[in-house]
T-cell receptor
C-alpha cells in the first residue's frame, strides 16, 4: 500500500529566509504524480506545485520548488524568500491511476509552517 | 474561485440530527472526492464518486452516505450526528490536480 510521510509536524522560518519541508512516500508504481498543497488559516486547500514522476526535472513555481528524488522516494518543498503569507499547513500528496481509470490520492499528515517577522 | 462549489459554508446543528452537504465539481470534471478534516488534523478520505458511480470508500462511517447525481453534483448525508462529527468537510474534483471547494464547517452542539 502506498503511504506518504511528513516527519516534521511544525517548522519555523524567518521572513525572507529559505525553508525546506520534507516528504517521503512509499510506492511500487512507476507512474504517479506528487503534489504540495497549502492550507492557510482560511482553511482553503490550495495547490502549490505538482511533479510528474516520469520527469527528472524538478518543478518550480516562482518561490516554490521541489527536490524530487525518485529512487529515494523523497519529495521536498523549498520555499525561498519566505513571506508572512506563506504561513500555513502544507500537505504532501501522492496520486496514481487506479485500474478503474480514476485517481487515488494519499495525503501526508501535514507540516505547519510558521513565518517569523 | 476554484470552480468547485460547496454549500453551505457553515452549519450548526444538534446531536442526533441529519444534515446534507452539497458539492458541485468544476465544469467538465466527473469525479467528486469527499474528505473530513477535524481541528488541526489531516485530511481523512471518505468517499469518491465518478460519473455517478461510487469508486472508492475510505474511513466513512455507516451513519454517513453520499451520492452523485446525473448533473454530477454530489451530496454527503450525515445522520445521527455526534459531537465528534464536528469538522470541516471538503469536496474536490480532479483534473491536473485536486481542486478543492472552500469546505463546509459543521458544528454539532
Amino acid at each position: 500500500a502506498q503511504t506518504v510521510t511528513q516527519s516534521q509536524p511544525e517548522m519555523s522560518v524567518q521572513e525572507a529566509e529559505t525553508v525546506t519541508l520534507s516528504c517521503t512516500y512509499d510506492t511500487s508504481e512507476s507512474d504517479y504524480y506528487l503534489f504540495w498543497y497549502k492550507q492557510p488559516p482560511s482553511r482553503q486547500m490550495i495547490l502549490v506545485i505538482r511533479q510528474e514522476a516520469y520527469k527528472q526535472q524538478n518543478a518550480t513555481e516562482n518561490r516554490f520548488s521541489v527536490n524530487f528524488q525518485k529512487a529515494a522516494k523523497s519529495f521536498s518543498l523549498k520555499i525561498s524568500d519566505s513571506q508572512l503569507g506563506d504561513a500555513a499547513m502544507y500537505f504532501c500528496a501522492y496520486r496514481r491511476m487506479t485500474s478503474g481509470g480514476t485517481y487515488k490520492y494519499i495525503f501526508g499528515t501535514g507540516t505547519r509552517l510558521k513565518v517569523l517577522a | 474561485d476554484s470552480g468547485v462549489t460547496q454549500t453551505p459554508k457553515h452549519l450548526i446543528t444538534a446531536t442526533g440530527q441529519r444534515v446534507t452537504l452539497r458539492c458541485s465539481p468544476r465544469s467538465g470534471d466527473l469525479s467528486v472526492y469527499w474528505y473530513q478534516q477535524s481541528l488541526d488534523q489531516g485530511l481523512q478520505f471518505l468517499i469518491h464518486y465518478y460519473n455517478g458511480e461510487e469508486r472508492a470508500k475510505g474511513n466513512i462511517l455507516e451513519r454517513f452516505s453520499a451520492q452523485q447525481f446525473p448533473d454530477l453534483h454530489s451530496e454527503l448525508n450525515l445522520s445521527s450526528l455526534e459531537l465528534g462529527d464536528s469538522a470541516l468537510y471538503f469536496c474536490a474534483s480532479s483534473g491536473r490536480g485536486y481542486t478543492f471547494g472552500s469546505g463546509t464547517r459543521l458544528t454539532v452542539v
